[in-house]
């Protein structure tokens, strides 16, 4: 035995180490930390996609009720909405909206645009978007078009 081997053999000896490869414990317990680590990233997929689509529903929302708002506000004097409640095109179908309008505090010639938009998320038929606006009516009173 040269004296590496040897140095080595009676470190080994004394320590109490007898190789350098891993023991089937260590593995075990490598194992068990690296699928809980994995199963952890696993759960939060589906939490993060639910985000995401949840954002996009709020974001064409928001797109469709500012649509609508324009729509009513793009009409010369105190405009009466066609449909007051409805769907949107097939593309967004599964939106609804609401429009409505009241005299603005006591003013003669302001009213006040309610367009609320509607999606069944999470089953629920809570609107998810509202936007008010002001319109003026020039030459024309609140009281005369009632």
């Given at each position: 035995m040269n004296?590496?081997?040897?140095?080595?053999?009676?470190?080994?000896?004394?320590?109490?180490m007898r190789s350098r490869a891993f023991t089937l414990v260590e593995i075990t317990?490598?194992?068990?930390?690296?699928?809980i680590g994995i199963l952890s990233v696993m759960y939060m997929f589906p939490i993060g996609l639910r985000s995401v689509v949840r954002a996009k529903i709020y974001t064409q929302a928001?797109?469709?009720?500012?649509?609508?708002?324009e729509e009513v506000l793009a009409?010369?004097?105190?405009?009466?909405v066609e449909t007051p409640q409805g769907n949107f095109?097939?593309?967004?179908?599964?939106?609804?909206?609401?429009v409505s309008k009241d005299k603005y505090k006591d003013s003669i010639s302001l009213y006040q645009v309610k367009v609320e938009v509607y999606h069944p998320i999470n089953g629920k038929r809570d609107a998810l978007i509202t936007l008010y606006?002001?319109?003026?009516?020039?030459?024309q009173h609140y009281e005369e078009v009632e």
């Open positions: 004296k590496e081997n040897r140095f080595t053999w009676e470190l080994h000896r004394k320590t109490g317990i490598a194992l068990v930390v690296f699928v928001n797109f469709l009720a500012q649509l609508k708002m009409q010369p004097g105190y405009y009466d095109d097939d593309e967004y179908s599964d939106f609804e909206f609401t606006a002001l319109k003026g009516v020039v030459g």
